[in-house]
């Protein structure tokens, strides 16, 4: 479900705001929120091991590789 008045796509702009004022470089910040949303969905899968092979193929194709 879609928080309201948020647009599908964008990158939350206040997570991104806290990252970089801890120092966290733009890329890496922008990384570690789709990578935490990847994660959140993939909640659902029962298995720990699948889980972990989908959230590592998610890492491999985010900008700068592997998380």
């Not at 789709?34 to 092979?53: G, K, M, N, P, V």
């Amino acid at each position: 479900m879609q928080p309201t008045g948020r647009r599908w796509g964008a990158l939350d702009e206040e997570q991104l705001f806290y990252l970089r004022s801890r120092g966290i470089e733009q890329q890496a910040a922008q990384q570690m929120i789709l990578y935490a949303f990847a994660a959140e969905l993939t909640e659902a899968i029962r298995s720990d091991a699948l889980r972990e092979q989908v959230l590592a193929r998610i890492g491999q194709r985010l900008p700068g590789g592997t998380v």
